[in-house]
């Protein structure tokens, strides 16, 4: 089966450096999808991972460890606006498994 | 490009009555379309696949006769959510993809619909 683990919460300062770290488990491996979900709106979608290493889009960057079954989300000089859910999901195969979610909130 | 509506964006029903929310690709054919419920401060739950002119594939747990879906065509299904009850109250989200199968995962999210039973 497919087990995905994030932090339930989070806390950071407006201007800081946070990261959220996902684990999974899944047979067969596709990828991993970081989404960003405010509040009473749909996800967007951050990043895609699949192969191993760190992968950098602005002030957001997301890492892969597939020996590890790891991977986090690096989000850098924090806005205001960055306080919302991070969803980390897996492909399974057909279907995307989402973790619990990270609700994130940033204080100024 | 990939956008996805949904309609309406919130819905008040009284008990007992039954709603109906679309889901539509505006500028892509959607092979697959994906409908989730979510729950305050809870993640995504996947309720059904449905891919055109055939039957959706419910996940375990989801009554296919309470939440009826339709995906009559590349851009367009609909959910409804029959005899309503309280607990029926939650955040619907559909997400379309325009691929199939193993490839599915490649997932564009509509904005959700807010469903308050009364």
């Known amino acids: 089966g497919q087990n995905i683990d994030q932090p339930t919460e989070m806390t950071a300062t407006e201007g800081a450096i946070v990261q959220i770290n996902c684990t999974y488990q899944?047979?067969?491996?596709?990828?991993l999808f970081w989404y960003q979900q405010h509040a009473g709106e749909a996800p967007t979608f951050l990043s895609y991972?699949?192969?191993?290493g760190l992968e950098e889009k602005g002030r957001f960057s997301s890492f892969l460890s597939r020996s590890k079954g790891y991977s986090y989300l690096l989000l850098k000089e924090l806005q205001m606006k960055d306080s919302a859910s991070y969803l980390c999901?897996?492909?399974?195969?057909?279907?995307?498994?989402f973790g619990t979610g990270t609700r994130l909130q940033v204080f100024p | 490009g990939a956008v996805v509506s949904q309609h309406p964006s919130r819905v008040i029903c009284k008990s007992g009555t039954s709603v109906k929310i679309e889901c539509r690709s505006l500028d892509f054919q959607a092979t697959t379309m994906f409908w989730y419920r979510q729950f305050p401060k809870k993640s995504l739950m996947l309720m059904a696949t449905?891919?055109?002119?055939?039957?959706?594939?419910?996940e375990q747990g989801v009554e296919k006769d309470k939440f009826l879906i339709n995906h009559a065509s590349l851009t367009l299904s609909t959910l409804t959510v029959t005899s309503a009850h309280p607990e029926d109250s939650s955040f619907y989200i559909c997400?379309?993809?325009?691929?199939?199968?193993?490839?599915?995962?490649?997932?564009?999210f509509g904005p959700g619909t807010r469903l308050t039973v009364t």
């Open positions: 991972n699949v192969l191993d």
């Open positions: 997400s379309a993809s325009p691929l199939a199968g193993a490839h599915s995962y490649e997932q564009y």
């Open positions: 449905s891919n055109e002119g055939s039957k959706a594939t419910y």
């Open positions: 999901a897996v492909p399974s195969p057909d279907k995307l498994i």
């Open positions: 899944t047979s067969g491996f596709n990828g």
